[in-house]
């Protein structure tokens, strides 16, 4: 795992905080959004990990987050999208530039 693993904290509808790595973000032209992949902090990394999916706040950047209320994924589109960027990254460890386009 990367020594400077950028992190956000998420704090549920109880006021419980827990620590997310950070997967990656990237931009959807096609859904005008931008998205971040996050995994529970201090997992291994030969470790099974849920991934999380969410859509920035329209006005964060996606190459640093600044934090904000993050958003669900609502269509089904998306997540057929956002599933198909995840599938590269795991491929071959980078993300796509066209990601999000179709």
Known sequence: ???????????????????????????????????????????????????????LPADDDPANPSGGDLQLIESDEEWDMIESVLNTFLADGTVDPNAGKK
């Open 1 to 55: 795992m990367n020594e400077d693993q950028e992190q956000i904290t998420l704090v549920d509808e109880n006021g419980n905080e827990e620590l997310y790595d950070v997967l990656f973000t990237f931009e959807s032209d096609d859904f005008g959004k931008s998205y971040i992949l996050i995994y529970p902090a201090g997992k291994s990394e030969d470790e099974e990990v849920d991934i999380q999916a969410y859509a």
